[in-house]
C-alpha cells in the first residue's frame, strides 16, 4: 500500500521540482494560476515547498476568483442586494481596495467588474461594447454604495465585484510569508508582472528585477535593484484585443468605462507589500503621469517607474535603477 502510494507521489514530486538541484543551488519551479505563468527560486531548499506554493495559490483562488463558481466573488456578485458572509482574508482585501480607491480618487475601482464583462476581459470573447451599455453599466460602480462590515459585505443588486487589479499582489505577499514559514531566507518570486523578493541574493547582493519593454513585451527595457518587498507593474500591453485597427486594453478608466488612455503605457510599483503596490499601480495607471507624482509626492511610501507612450521613462529618486534604455529619461524628485 505505501509503495503503492509512494510510486504514484514520486513523479509527480519530480514534476514539481524539475531536476535534481545541488543542495547549495537554490531551488526553482514554476505553474500556472490566476491565469499567470508563476516562477519561484529560493534558498534553502525543501521538497515539500513546491506543493505549499501550489495549495495556498489554489487556496486563495477559491475565494477571491470571480469566475469560480461558489469563491467569495463569486458569491457577493450573485446575493442580489444581500449580505454576503465571507472569509476575513476576503474582507481585507475588499476594504483595502475600497480605502485605495478613496485615496485615488475613484481611480481604482473594485466594482468595474459589470463594465469589464462588456469588454469581455474575463471571459476572453472581446469586443468593443456599445457606449449605451457603457454608460449602464457604470451606473452600478458607486463604490459609496457598498458595505463591509467584519465579514459581511453587501453591495446593491447589479453590482459587482472584481478583485483583478489586486488579488495577485495579495497572492505574492501570502506566497512570500508561506515560503518564509518554511525557513526559506532568501528567494524571488514572480507572477506575471508582480515580482517579490525574500532577503538578498545568496551572495548578499540586491536582485535584479526586469521591467517589460512595453512596445516589445518579451524584451526587458530596464531594471531595477532590490532587496527586499515587491515591485508590481501594470502594463496596457499585458492584456488586449485589436478591433478595426485600435486597441483596447485591461486597465479601465472608472470615469469613462474605456481603457484608460492618459499617455502611460507601463506603471512600476516598489515597496514593501505586494497587495499596496498591485493596487497602486493599476490606480496610477488610470490617473496618467501628472496625478501620479502628485500621489507619490503625498504619499511618500512607494517607489515608482512610469513609461509614457512618447516613449519616455520617468522614475522617483532612490530607485536603484540598472540598464537604462536609449530613450528620454528623467528622475522625479520630491516637491521641496
Ligand atoms: P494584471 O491583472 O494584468 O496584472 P492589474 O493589476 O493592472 O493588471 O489589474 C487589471 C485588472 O483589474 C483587470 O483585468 C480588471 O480585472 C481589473 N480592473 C481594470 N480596471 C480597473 C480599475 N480602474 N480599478 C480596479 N480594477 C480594475
Ligand atoms: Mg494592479
Same mark, same amino acid.
Given at each position: 500500500?505505501?509503495?503503492?502510494?509512494?510510486?504514484?507521489?514520486? /513523479?509527480?514530486?519530480?514534476?514539481?521540482?524539475?531536476?535534481?538541484?545541488?543542495?547549495?543551488?537554490?531551488?526553482?519551479?514554476?505553474?500556472?494560476?490566476?491565469?499567470?505563468?508563476?516562477? =519561484?527560486?529560493? &534558498?534553502?531548499? *525543501?521538497?515539500?515547498?513546491?506543493?505549499?506554493?501550489?495549495?495556498? #495559490?489554489?487556496?486563495?483562488?477559491?475565494?477571491?476568483?470571480?469566475?469560480? %463558481? +461558489?469563491?467569495?466573488? *463569486?458569491? #457577493?456578485?450573485?446575493?442580489? +442586494?444581500? /449580505?454576503?458572509?465571507?472569509? /476575513?482574508?476576503?474582507?481585507?482585501?475588499?476594504? @483595502?481596495?475600497?480605502?485605495?480607491?478613496?485615496?485615488?480618487?475613484?481611480?481604482?475601482?473594485?466594482?468595474?467588474?459589470?463594465?469589464?464583462?462588456?469588454?469581455?476581459?474575463?471571459?476572453?470573447?472581446?469586443?468593443? /461594447?456599445?457606449? +449605451?451599455?457603457?454608460? *449602464?453599466?457604470?451606473?452600478?460602480?458607486?463604490?459609496?454604495?457598498?458595505?463591509?462590515?467584519?465579514?459581511?459585505?453587501? !453591495?446593491?443588486?447589479?453590482?459587482?465585484?472584481?478583485?483583478?487589479?489586486?488579488?495577485?499582489?495579495?497572492?505574492? %505577499?501570502?506566497?512570500?510569508?508561506?515560503?518564509?514559514?518554511?525557513?526559506?531566507?532568501?528567494?524571488?518570486?514572480?507572477?506575471?508582472?508582480?515580482?517579490?523578493? #525574500? +532577503?538578498?541574493?545568496?551572495?548578499?547582493?540586491? &536582485?535584479?528585477?526586469?521591467? $517589460?519593454?512595453?512596445?516589445?513585451?518579451?524584451?526587458?527595457?530596464?531594471?531595477?535593484?532590490?532587496?527586499?518587498?515587491?515591485?508590481?507593474?501594470?502594463?496596457?500591453?499585458?492584456?488586449? =484585443?485589436?478591433?478595426?485597427?485600435?486597441?483596447?486594453?485591461?486597465?479601465?478608466?472608472?470615469?469613462?468605462?474605456?481603457?484608460?488612455?492618459?499617455?502611460?503605457?507601463?506603471?512600476? !510599483?516598489?515597496?514593501?507589500?505586494?497587495?499596496?503596490?498591485?493596487?497602486?499601480?493599476?490606480?496610477?495607471?488610470? @490617473?496618467?503621469?501628472?496625478?501620479?507624482?502628485?500621489? &507619490?509626492?503625498?504619499?511618500?511610501? =512607494?517607489? @515608482?517607474?512610469? #513609461?509614457?507612450?512618447?516613449?519616455?521613462?520617468?522614475?522617483?529618486?532612490?530607485? %536603484?535603477?540598472?540598464?537604462?534604455? $536609449?530613450?528620454?529619461?528623467?528622475?522625479?524628485?520630491?516637491?521641496?
Amino acid at each position: 500500500m505505501r509503495g503503492t502510494q509512494l510510486g504514484v507521489l514520486l /513523479p509527480v514530486m519530480l514534476l514539481l521540482t524539475g531536476c535534481a538541484q545541488s543542495a547549495s543551488q537554490p531551488q526553482s519551479w514554476d505553474f500556472f494560476a490566476m491565469d499567470t505563468y508563476m516562477t =519561484f527560486k529560493v &534558498w534553502p531548499q *525543501d521538497p515539500a515547498l513546491p506543493e505549499r506554493t501550489r495549495t495556498e #495559490i489554489e487556496r486563495l483562488e477559491s475565494l477571491l476568483s470571480v469566475t469560480r %463558481d +461558489g469563491s467569495d466573488l *463569486d458569491r #457577493i456578485n450573485h446575493a442580489r +442586494g444581500t /449580505p454576503v458572509t465571507v472569509s /476575513p482574508e476576503t474582507a481585507e482585501i475588499i476594504q @483595502m481596495g475600497l480605502s485605495c480607491g478613496a485615496e485615488t480618487g475613484g481611480a481604482l475601482n473594485i466594482a468595474m467588474y459589470p463594465v469589464s464583462k462588456l469588454w469581455g476581459f474575463t471571459q476572453d470573447t472581446h469586443q468593443v /461594447p456599445a457606449p +449605451g451599455e457603457i454608460a *449602464d453599466a457604470l451606473e452600478h460602480t458607486d463604490l459609496s454604495r457598498i458595505s463591509v462590515n467584519g465579514e459581511t459585505i453587501t !453591495v446593491p443588486d447589479g453590482t459587482e465585484l472584481d478583485l483583478g487589479a489586486l488579488a495577485k499582489g495579495y497572492a505574492g %505577499d501570502r506566497l512570500r510569508s508561506v515560503l518564509q514559514e518554511n525557513g526559506v531566507t532568501s528567494g524571488i518570486l514572480s507572477l506575471g508582472g508582480n515580482v517579490e523578493v #525574500i +532577503g538578498t541574493k545568496l551572495d548578499g547582493s540586491p &536582485w535584479r528585477v526586469g521591467i $517589460a519593454d512595453p512596445f516589445a513585451p518579451s524584451e526587458i527595457l530596464c531594471s531595477v535593484m532590490t532587496r527586499s518587498g515587491a515591485v508590481v507593474t501594470s502594463g496596457s500591453y499585458q492584456r488586449y =484585443f485589436e478591433e478595426n485597427g485600435r486597441r483596447y486594453h485591461h486597465i479601465l478608466d472608472p470615469e469613462t468605462g474605456y481603457p484608460a488612455e492618459q499617455g502611460l503605457v507601463s506603471v512600476t !510599483v516598489t515597496g514593501e507589500d505586494g497587495v499596496t503596490c498591485d493596487a497602486l499601480s493599476t490606480a496610477l495607471f488610470v @490617473m496618467g503621469k501628472e496625478r501620479a507624482v502628485a500621489e &507619490w509626492n503625498r504619499r511618500q511610501d =512607494f517607489g @515608482m517607474i512610469l #513609461i509614457t507612450d512618447e516613449p519616455a521613462l520617468y522614475y522617483t529618486e532612490g530607485l %536603484d535603477m540598472q540598464d537604462l534604455p $536609449a530613450i528620454p529619461v528623467e528622475v522625479i524628485s520630491h516637491e521641496p
